[in-house]
């Protein structure tokens, strides 16, 4: 393992001086997703206690024991809207939310699907929808008097923590692979954060738990393998994307969201809140949610192997790489009644020039959703009267050259 030390050192503030932020009055606990075991508010980062005894680390979400009627505040902007129905009322933000959700009829009509709507992530302060839940990290970091943060990541992740932990005064710790792109070390280090190179993914977790067992860092991400979701503060964050979908294209939404998946953060996170929406009669449903990956993982567990496995494979697809599958991805595809779709790098990377050409510029691994859509719609998964989504996760701008990336 090596450390790179950033150039100027920082300046770190102490916690204790930090802002604090205040918890949503009405947030009740935390509940297991799979085995329902209720918890009282508190940090959780290996999950529910009792699956995790059992060799199964499940995802908890976050109860609320009653939320507005009002999903929105009108005065505030982007993801500050929601704070009624986020676990904090306030949080360290950037002006992260608020993105766009456009419909792109000429990609739609090339393709034979009713309509496409393009969530666009990239629009993120720090280029990413992973800004979501770092806002809500670093704050709950800064409310339990944490003064270092740590993540493992492949780029976005570790870019958009080190960003908010910069603006919260936090030190930062992203633990990586060799793999990290020259875009994204730059990005990190020029926060002040510190850049620790794993030799992979599973030393990565290693060295993740070592530091919150040995100096009380507070991990943003999973240090588990078998792995369970982000931290569960972090992962509502994500809900905020369906809260905008809801807002732009109505009570209807869509009849499926395309979402390139790993760990399955952001698809659980979209699930949770298309979830409370219809809980709370916005909505009538919740539409099918469709994970995208460049290999077998979640189609292997769908398929009928054990979810705890290990599925190794290799693509280009850097954002969503990774051999493991979390529980959490499996109940949003399975309680929307969608499901995965494997695709292969040359089609994603054509795609991406294809969708760039439509007027979205987005990272090669946000353009798998595209390439998802196109085979689902081959297999008549979707159909043609259907409206999609496709969440653009990350922007164009953070890739290299292809020659370059493709090193
Ligand atoms: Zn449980």
Redesign the pocket.
């Known amino acids: 393992m090596t450390k790179s030390i950033p150039s100027q050192p920082s300046q770190f503030v102490d916690a204790g001086n930090a802002r604090r932020h205040a918890l949503n009055p009405v947030l009740a606990g935390f509940s ?6 209720e918890l009282a508010v508190a940090d959780y980062f290996e ?6 005894a059992r060799g ?1 680390p ?1 995802t ?1 979400r976050s109860t609320y024991s009653a939320l507005p009627t009002a999903l929105t505040d009108n005065q505030a902007r982007g993801m500050q809207r929601y704070a009624a129905w986020m676990p904090y009322m306030s949080w360290v933000s950037l002006g992260e939310g608020g993105t766009s959700c456009t419909n792109f009829s000429s990609l739609a009509h090339e393709l034979g699907v009713a309509a496409i709507h393009i969530k666009n992530e990239g629009q993120n302060p720090s280029g990413s929808h992973k800004d979501r839940m770092s806002c809500l990290a670093v704050t709950r970091a800064l409310d339990v008097g944490a003064t270092m943060i740590v993540a493992a990541s492949s780029g976005n992740g570790g870019a958009s923590l080190a960003l908010y932990a910069a603006a919260a005064g936090l030190q930062c710790c992203i633990v990586t692979t060799s793999a990290l792109s020259p875009v994204f070390r730059r990005a990190i280090i020029m926060t002040g954060a510190q850049i620790v190179t794993a030799s992979d993914s599973l030393e990565r977790w290693d060295h993740i738990a070592n530091m919150v067992k040995e100096q009380s860092a507070f991990p943003a991400t999973n240090y588990l393998d078998p792995p369970v979701g982000s931290n569960h503060f972090g992962l509502d964050g994500f809900k905020t994307i369906a809260y905008e979908m809801f807002e732009e294209l109505g009570p209807d939404l869509v009849d499926a969201v395309l979402v390139p998946t790993s760990r399955g953060d952001l698809i659980w996170g979209l699930f949770e809140g298309f979830r409370q929406l219809k809980a709370a009669d916005l909505t009538t449903a919740v539409p099918r949610l469709f994970a995208v990956e460049p290999f077998a993982r979640i189609s292997a567990v769908l398929g009928g192997e054990t979810v705890t496995g290990s599925f190794p494979g290799t693509t280009k697809l850097t954002s969503i790489g990774g051999s493991t599958v979390t529980y959490q991805a499996i109940e949003a595809i399975r309680l929307s009644g969608g499901g995965a779709v494997i695709v292969v790098d040359e089609m994603v990377a054509r795609d991406q020039l294809r969708l760039a050409r439509h007027g979205c510029y987005a990272e090669l691994s946000s353009a798998a959703a595209l390439t998802g859509l196109e085979l689902l719609l081959k297999d008549e998964v979707i159909s043609p009267d259907e409206t999609v989504a496709l969440i653009a996760t990350s922007n164009g701008y953070k890739e290299l050259a292809s020659d370059e990336s493709d090193r």
């Open positions: 297991c997703i799979r085995c329902q075991l999950g529910c206690p009792s699956c995790l199964e499940s908890l």
